[in-house]
């Protein structure tokens, strides 16, 4: 068509050169859509092995059990939220005998993901947690067992930690390793609160 007229080619190069320029330059300027967030829901039961104490003087660990469930929905390409329900067995050894307590524990913790290939990641979790006390005892020897009383029916704290997510043919295997700490005095006659180390795992069908 420039040719047509008569035009000089390069008078068309130069214009169709402007225009692609400022077409790079407004796909430059123009927003970007959001990346899409990651599919990382999950829902599975874990189990683990806890040591557990008491900020009371003269207290020593005891080790006890952690069943329960977890469920994992995300709220960003990196982060996620994870709401727990655990059977949890606490309590301390004192001279002489064993304080027992269990509970069912509920952490609701925030968890950062970061990938270290196609098939694994480590991850970071904390939050708050809140536990309904369903068991008291005092153990004094083995088959003797007594009644406690005082103990609050409720307690709460904090759990944080590290783990390691591993994508297999199977299935999601979760570990993790946390510290519970406890905020509130589980007796009302004493000011001591539960302390507790645990390492668990967890799997998910996806």
Known sequence: EYLEKGEDPSTRELAEGRIALLEKKMAVLAPKPPPPVRKRYRVGPQAGIAMTSSTCSGCASKSGLRVGGCATAPVHPKYDVQAELWYASKGWLLSGYTISL?????????????????????????????????????????????????????????????????????????????????????????????????????????
């Open 102 to 206: 269990t509970y069912l524990e509920m952490p609701i913790l925030g968890r950062a993901e970061f990938p270290l290939g196609p098939k694994s990641s480590v991850h970071v979790l904390a939050g708050p947690s809140m536990s309904l006390r369903i068991g008291a005892a005092r153990l004094e020897s083995p088959g003797l067992k007594g009644t406690l009383s005082g103990y609050r029916s409720v307690d709460y704290g904090l759990h944080g930690g590290a783990g390691v997510l591993l994508k297999l043919d199977w299935g999601t295997i979760l570990i993790d390793a946390r510290l519970d700490v406890g905020l509130r005095n589980v007796n009302a006659a004493d000011e001591s609160q539960t302390r507790g180390y645990m390492v668990t795992i967890g799997y998910a069908a996806f």
